[in-house]
């Protein structure tokens, strides 16, 4: 995985999220709910629902639930949960086990800024703040950030992780939720604090956001996330690769809603891990996988990883890397 960051020569193209395991922090214990189907509140206090066997709660924020009615009076309605007290031991416990010769240790960030705002506001009228009240909007996402920040800093003091797992969802499959101009306003310099921060504790920085992120590409480059993962495939990944310069290593292309169906062949699920090897690896620093992590169904999921362990290592020993990451032509 290190090999393709650094535009050496790997043994093989896969998933750089299979090398990295998570350790068992008690931020992330602390922010999650049941997976029993019922409404609980995260350390947040947003009411959230997580059915069994779903990959992640949910918010389910109404009128008469939501942590900040209004965004005026966000500093009276909002508190931010606490650092101080928590048990670290389990995660040092589990970062002292570990092979970092072999494996990354992990921190999973969920919910970052844009995230966190809607979580606490519901979706319409955090949308409707961003654009109506922007300098309120950015207060309470400097706390937010905040709050961010000393997670990283506490989780370096405790366990030292190798990369931080920041999870933020800036679009859909269409678009940006939020116009350029205002992800930029308002997001992006508490963003790069935060990026900055992981790199000061000595963590790559990987951002997750399976959906379009293809207008604001050279803002990521430019804020230092290392790693941008989900890259779906409804953006334009070769001009991205073009556009960034290759500095922005990109982990995804595989079209999860195209082989993740029932009733599709095994012929069709191997077909589209190798377009995706064959369309974005040649320009390197990427990592071939499925945006959102997996497929749902079983047998889907085993087909692609198979694919891509075979193809994966075939298309490495045939397309070497010779120097300045130059191909052969």
């Known amino acids: 995985m290190m090999a393709i960051f650094n535009r050496e020569q790997p043994d093989y193209y896969g998933d750089f999220m299979a090398a990295l395991d998570f350790a068992p922090d008690p931020v992330f214990a602390a922010d999650s709910v049941p997976d029993d189907g019922l409404e609980h ?11 069994p066997g779903s990959p992640g709660k949910h918010p389910h924020v109404t009128p008469e639930n939501a942590v900040v009615k209004d965004v005026t009076a966000w500093r009276e309605q909002l508190k931010v949960p606490a650092l101080e007290g928590l048990d670290w031991s389990a995660a040092r416990e589990f970062a002292a086990g570990a092979d970092r010769s072999e494996r990354f240790v992990g921190l999973f960030s969920a919910q970052g800024l844009f995230e966190r705002s809607h979580f606490l506001m519901g979706m319409e009228d955090a949308f409707c703040a961003y654009l109506e009240e922007p300098e309120e909007m950015a207060d309470m996402l400097r706390e937010i950030a905040d709050y961010k920040i000393a997670v990283l800093r506490e989780a370096a003091r405790q366990f030292q992780p190798d990369v931080v797992f920041f999870q933020d969802d800036w679009g859909s499959k269409q678009n940006l939720f939020l ?83 029932e009733h599709i062949g095994e012929e069709e699920i191997r077909a589209e891990v190798r377009r995706a090897i064959d369309a974005y690896c040649p320009a390197g620093r990427f990592y071939p996988s499925i945006p959102s992590g997996k497929c749902f169904r079983a047998w889907n999921d085993a087909v692609v990883n198979d694919e891509l362990e075979k193809y994966g290592r075939r298309w490495a020993r045939e397309h070497p890397i010779l120097e300045a990451g130059q191909r052969p032509s």
Do not use: Y
């Not at 509140?41 to 059915?51: A, H, I, N, Y």
């Not at 590409?217 to 804020?223: A, F, S």
């Open 41 to 51: 509140r995260d350390s947040w206090g947003t009411v959230c629902v997580k059915l």
């Open 179 to 261: 116009p350029p101009t205002v992800w930029r306003e308002l997001i992006k310099p508490l963003h790069a604090e935060i990026v900055a921060t992981a790199h000061e504790c000595g963590m790559l920085f990987v951002h997750h956001a399976d959906c379009i992120c293809e207008p604001i590409v050279e803002d990521m480059v430019e804020i230092g996330i290392d790693i941008w993962q989900g890259a779906i495939p409804q953006n334009d990944l070769p001009a991205i690769q073009e556009r960034t310069g290759g500095e922005l290593a990109i982990i995804g292309g595989i079209d999860a809603p195209a082989v993740d169906i």
